[in-house]
């Protein structure tokens, strides 16, 4: 068997039971009078060092051993409990994390089981020693020899033993004694758990006949049953239930399997106009059933890159931990709507960008404890990311209670450096973020080590463009600032709404689009001196499609207009025909220079013609 | 020659039982100890055919007096008297050295089982 077919396996559940040590060790920290935070701890190195043993890294599982222990301690009330340990523990399970990533970069050799045990070391007082065990990685779970089958081991403990875990472990150390013990299945080291019903295999491999074999593993006490197979040699290890329900697949596979399918949609666009020019033919039917079936493929594509956020926001906690912890304030830190799902390839980006305003939270927004009891507000900094649904899109909201943006300081600042006219006096919102999001804007007193210099702002804009997503701001002097990402579901395929302006076609998301009416057939009114129209008693702002890319206007009789809605904000956006609604492929657009910022990319439409896509959130 | 018997355990409760229980079956017991520390010394003084060894004793534990004594003799047949609920200590034992367990409360036929399975 080759142990680096399960690598990849190893790393992703290795990480995940690292991620949860992390969340559990920020929960013990707030409360840690709690007993189950530990016995989660426990389980979760628990298993990492059973794994890693299984793997061969033989460092990695001495460090999660020393962990464990440790542990064990603090479970047996042996080591104190406090701020001290929780430090230690985090420090440990980022060595882990690195050495996990080591590991499986085949060098676990590398890993410093040294600073593990040191820092254990100091967790521990000197009077009660955390006890060093023996080693405990028995053979059985070794690293395999390529090459041999051996026998298939199935043994099964009677169901009414007491310690049945304890039993089948003394039932393995007698195979183990007559030769080589190795794919134990359950793992040797989840024996012990609760769930571990009696019942296990392993392959063996030694000169002992079955007969001496099975004798000697019945001679364990409370063995049920014992059956002994010599396994296909090609068998491989199929045969265990709930495998194959899953399958792992590189995402760059996966990248490719939509990029074919998102020209596939477009050559159905295609094939369903030519079929449109015989119809009730053989070829009008058959175009049908194409494209009900690439739909189908299409809508099963996207549904496979959908990630469940708290795959990248399960860092979150730590990282806001480990800032207020630097930046001596006390944040209460929660994340809402873990589940809600995202392209792999979008969740995957907006990471760091979530990080640096979180960031910019805890550094600028949130204040010192003392200056939040002088306001009146609890010593403890309220951040939240919350993500959500809404239409086509996903958003995500990342607020804070702090102290809010002094308007008239940015004001004041965006006029000396030429941001902003002598005359303008107010900052709504949107253009308070127009203004910080100007590279290297920044009215940070001080150049601290988390923010650095200024708010960068402009680098979390320009990443969310590139998604086709887009950012805004809101804030309240004294009560806080929230940031909303606003984020397309997936990246590869959007549907739009086709629209034309003189013979020029532009596509709008429909994510944005609230719905399309006739536009000259609105009363038309005015919005703080800008043209508007009234639509069900609401004054929408108007925008001319011909003015905005410096076409001019087109004597078209009953225009219709395409109502956009960008978070609760709405305008309506005169075109001179609709072409109606269709998938469109995003292309990568390295906007040239002098760009309107309005326009976000590029698609390729049915007909071979570019089009070009128009930025709602810019827009609105 | 009857087989010698180490007993440790806390509890003379206990100790008087497993030793009836052993001495009814023909072992004779050499030694009892109360604690881990206890233990370790006697085995080393006796060096008895088998021990029987409680988890959780005062001043070393059970487990940590395994450790302790397989370092000295390494084929050392240590039985563990566990209470229910204690199958992790149990694993850790065994993975330190001890040869089989019985559960608390003791039946006699169990503990000869056991026993005889260590002295194999």
Redesign the interface.
């Known amino acids: 068997m080759d142990l680096a077919r399960y690598a990849a396996l190893f790393l992703d559940e290795s990480r995940s039971h690292l991620r949860t040590c992390t969340r559990l060790l920020l929960e013990w920290e707030r409360d840690p009078s709690a007993a189950e935070p530990v016995d989660g701890l426990f389980r979760a190195i628990h298993t990492l060092k059973g794994m890693a043993a299984t793997m061969g890294y033989e460092r990695l599982a001495g460090g999660a051993h020393e962990v464990e222990t440790l542990l064990a301690g603090v479970r047996e009330g042996a080591v104190p409990r406090g701020a001290a340990l929780v430090d230690a523990l985090l420090g440990a399970v980022d060595l882990l994390e690195r050495g996990v990533e080591l590991a499986a970069a085949g060098r676990d050799a590398d890993l410093d089981a040294g600073a593990i045990a040191g820092l254990v070391r100091r967790a521990v007082p000197a009077a009660a020693p955390a006890?060093r065990?023996?080693k405990?990685r028995?053979a059985a779970e070794g690293p395999a020899v390529a090459g041999a089958v051996g026998l298939v081991v199935e043994v099964r403990i009677r169901p009414d033993a007491?310690?049945r875990?304890?039993r089948a472990?003394?039932a393995l150390?007698r195979a183990e004694a007559l030769g080589e013990v190795r794919e134990v299945r359950p793992p040797a080291a989840t024996?012990?758990f609760d769930g571990f019903g009696g019942a296990f295999e392993f392959r063996f491999l030694g000169r002992a006949s079955e007969a001496a074999l099975t004798a000697a593993i019945r001679?364990?006490?409370d063995v049920e049953t014992v059956t002994v197979t010599v396994p296909e040699p090609a068998a491989g290890r199929g045969g265990t239930e709930g495998r194959g329900r899953h399958i792992r697949v590189d995402l760059a596979r996966l990248d490719s399997l939509t990029g074919q399918v998102a020209e596939l949609v477009v050559a159905r666009h295609r094939l369903a106009e030519l079929a449109a020019l015989a119809p009730g033919g053989e070829l009008e039917g058959l175009a049908l059933r194409i494209g009900r079936l690439v739909t189908g493929v299409q809508q099963d594509v996207i549904a496979a890159r959908l990630t469940p956020v708290w795959q990248v926001f399960d860092r979150f906690p730590r990282a806001v931990r480990d800032l207020a912890k630097q930046l001596g304030k006390q944040v209460d830190f929660r994340v809402e709507g873990e589940d809600i799902e995202l392209d792999r390839a979008i969740l995957d980006e907006i990471g760091d960008p979530i990080v640096h305003l979180l960031r910019n939270a805890l550094d600028h927004g949130i204040e010192a404890p003392a200056e939040r009891r002088a306001a009146g507000k609890p010593e403890a900094g309220r951040v939240v990311v919350a993500a959500s649904r809404e239409r086509a899109s996903v958003v995500v909201r990342i607020s804070d209670d702090g102290r809010g943006i002094d308007r008239a300081r940015v004001l004041a600042k965006a006029k000396t450096l030429g941001v902003l006219e002598a005359g303008v006096e107010a900052l709504p919102d949107e253009q308070l973020l127009r203004v910080l999001a100007r590279a290297g804007f920044s009215t940070a007193e001080r150049v601290s080590a988390v923010s650095g210099r200024g708010v960068g702002i402009d680098a979390v804009v320009e990443r969310l463009r590139a998604l086709g997503g887009s950012l805004e701001m809101a804030s309240e002097r004294g009560r806080g600032s929230t940031f909303t990402l606003r984020l397309p579901l997936t990246l590869a395929i959007v549907r739009a709404l086709l629209a034309r302006t003189g013979a020029e076609r532009y596509a709008v998301p429909l994510t944005f689009v609230a719905e399309t009416v006739e536009f000259d057939a609105l009363p038309r009114t005015e919005v703080q001196g800008r043209e508007a129209v009234l639509l069900r008693g609401r004054a929408l702002p108007t925008l001319h499609l011909d003015r905005l890319v410096g076409r001019p206007a087109g004597a078209v009789p009953r225009r219709p207009g395409i109502i956009l809605e960008v978070g609760g904000r709405q305008a309506a956006l005169v075109v001179d025909a609709l072409l109606g609604q269709q998938e469109i492929v995003v292309e990568a657009f390295d906007a040239p220079l002098g760009t309107p910022p309005f326009l976000s990319g590029a698609t390729i439409l049915p007909d071979g013609a570019p089009a070009l896509i128009l930025d709602a959130a810019v827009l609105v | 020659m009857a087989h010698t018997v180490l007993v440790c355990d806390d509890a003379i409760f206990m100790r008087t039982m497993i030793s009836d229980i052993l001495v009814q079956a023909g072992f004779e017991v050499v030694g009892e100890a109360e604690t881990g520390v206890q233990a370790v010394q006697k085995y080393r003084e006796l060096s008895p055919d088998l021990v029987t060894m409680d988890i959780v004793m005062p001043d070393m534990g059970g487990i940590?007096a395994v450790?302790e004594i397989?370092r000295v003799d390494p084929d050392a047949k240590i039985l563990m008297c566990?209470a229910?609920g204690q199958?992790?200590l149990?694993?850790?034992a065994?993975?330190?050295?001890a040869?089989?367990?019985v559960?608390k409360p003791f039946q006699p036929s169990r503990v000869l089982?056991?026993v005889q399975?260590v002295l194999?």
């Open positions: 006890g065990r023996r405990t028995s007491p310690m875990g304890a472990l003394l150390r024996f012990e001679e364990a006490g | 940590e450790r397989c566990s229910m199958q992790a149990v694993v850790e065994i993975q330190a050295g040869k089989d367990f559960v089982e056991a399975r194999g």
